[in-house]
């Protein structure tokens, strides 16, 4: 198992320890993209930090992080489901340029407008119930240092993350401090607390991604009493579907994609994240603006559109 993410505890439970390695997912993920260098790392370390969060947050919904930039990079998004499943993909605008060594903020926040937002989408929610949305301050030339403000705020729990990506693997830890039985970090876990978070300074970027993370965890914490979990699957999966495809090119409204039919023959649209075709001609886009009733189908039949 190439792809996947363990939990650690230390046994007095002062603190938990999360730590993902990805290689096949990630080559995947980015098997369908062309982005610059800089784009492609940032975005590998977006998807290792939506996995340590889906899991250490125990939600059932997917975690969504998104990067909405003011520079060259207009998009970034990481998606990650309670199952460990993953997408990811980024947007440039038309003739960006993306210099070999761009930082974070010159990618996304040029203008001191770009936005970092997470998105806790239920994965069963009605009509009428809204993702919640957190906004994250872009601090510091890190995702994980914006990530770190933005769990002390939420979770009122110290948190350290260290994040690497490649284009080959894409990789993350992070360690949170436990509350003690009155829910409140104890004065007395201070001192073992600053050991841990200098252990984890430690780790530089390229040791994260080519070590094993049960080897990486007993470098550093081989003098502390550490319960290891089962690891458990990450890998690359997409929701896309037709019927999603259809609700977009609804929501353009019929004039507009009458308007695109008279400049081509058919309609295509590519999924951002996993790169697969849907196709729509003539008949098709019409027929999405046709209710059961007025197309004389059953209204309890099956309604994909062929």
């Not at 992080?65 to 998606?79: C, F, H, I, T, W």
Request: with cysteine; charged share 20%; glycine share 6%.
């Amino acid at each position: 198992m190439t792809d996947q993410l363990k939990n650690y505890l230390l046994a007095n439970q002062q603190a938990r320890l999360l730590a993902v390695r990805l290689s096949d997912s990630w080559q995947t993920g980015l098997s369908h993209q062309t982005l610059p260098e800089p784009v492609r790392h940032v975005l590998g370390e977006l998807v290792a930090a939506a996995t340590l969060l889906a899991s250490n947050i125990k939600f059932d919904g997917s975690v969504v992080l998104q990067l909405q930039g003011d520079g060259p990079v207009s998009l970034l998004v990481a998606e990650c489901t309670a199952n460990l499943d993953i997408r990811a993909t980024a947007t440039l605008r038309e003739d960006a340029e993306v210099a070999p060594d761009a930082s974070l903020q010159a990618l996304v926040n040029t203008h001191g407008k770009g936005r970092f937002v997470v998105v806790l989408d239920p994965r069963q929610r009605d009509h009428n119930m809204q993702p919640y949305q957190g906004i994250v301050p872009l601090m510091g030339d890190t995702l994980a240092t914006s990530l770190e403000h933005y769990m002390h705020d939420s979770e009122q729990l110290d948190t350290r993350l260290v994040l690497s990506a490649t284009d080959t693997h894409s990789a993350g830890m992070l360690l949170q401090r436990l509350p003690d039985h009155g829910g409140h970090a104890s004065s007395e876990t201070a001192e073992p607390w600053e050991e841990l978070v200098h252990l984890l300074d430690t780790v530089k970027g390229q040791e994260l991604l080519d070590t094993p993370s049960d080897e990486l965890v007993h470098r550093l914490l081989w003098q502390h009493d550490v319960i290891s979990f089962d690891a458990v699957p990450v890998q690359w999966a997409c929701s896309c579907s037709r019927e999603r495809v259809s609700d977009m090119l609804r929501s353009l409204g019929l004039q507009e994609i009458m308007d695109i039919l008279e400049e081509q023959e058919s309609i295509s649209v590519h999924c951002h994240f996993c790169g697969k075709p849907y196709e729509f001609d003539a008949v098709d886009a019409r027929s999405l603006f046709i209710s059961p009733s007025e197309s004389g189908a059953d209204p309890g039949g099956d309604p994909t559109v062929h």
